[in-house]
């Protein structure tokens, strides 16, 4: 059974920095990409950041520049550094993982909360 499990979310004023991390217990056959999603209240999950086998990365314009998703796709671990947070960055955050075959996995999600 292929479980995710994030951590390393919290608390932190605006202008802050935290490190959000995932890993990943059980078989996967093929990871194709790791991903980090997120989800305000009252709001749709959106994408923030790809990581795909390879090494290329994608991120959503909100945190360009921002952001810095890093993984290691053989050892399934998966990180975003998070800087300059604003406010609109709380959320709920997911770890999630899609293999060749179209199989998507997800964690259960951290909060990060951004405040004065």
């Known amino acids: 059974q292929v479980q995710l499990f994030e951590y390393g979310g919290g608390s932190v004023q605006p202008g802050g920095s935290l490190t959000v991390s995932c890993a990943v217990s059980?078989?996967?056959?093929?990871?194709?990409?790791m991903a980090w999603y997120r989800q305000a209240p009252g709001k749709q999950r959106e994408l923030v950041a790809t990581?795909?086998?390879?090494?290329?990365?994608n991120y959503a314009e909100s945190v360009k520049g921002r952001f810095t998703i890093s993984g290691d796709i053989a050892e399934k671990s998966l990180s975003l550094q998070m800087n300059s947070l604003k406010s609109e960055d709380t959320a709920v955050y997911y770890c999630?993982?899609?293999?060749?075959?179209?199989?998507?996995?997800w964690g259960q999600g951290t909060q990060v909360t951004v405040s004065s």
């Open positions: 990581f795909i086998n390879g090494g290329t990365t």
């Open positions: 999630s993982i899609r293999t060749f075959h179209g199989i998507d996995y």
């Open positions: 059980g078989r996967t056959y093929g990871i194709r990409h």
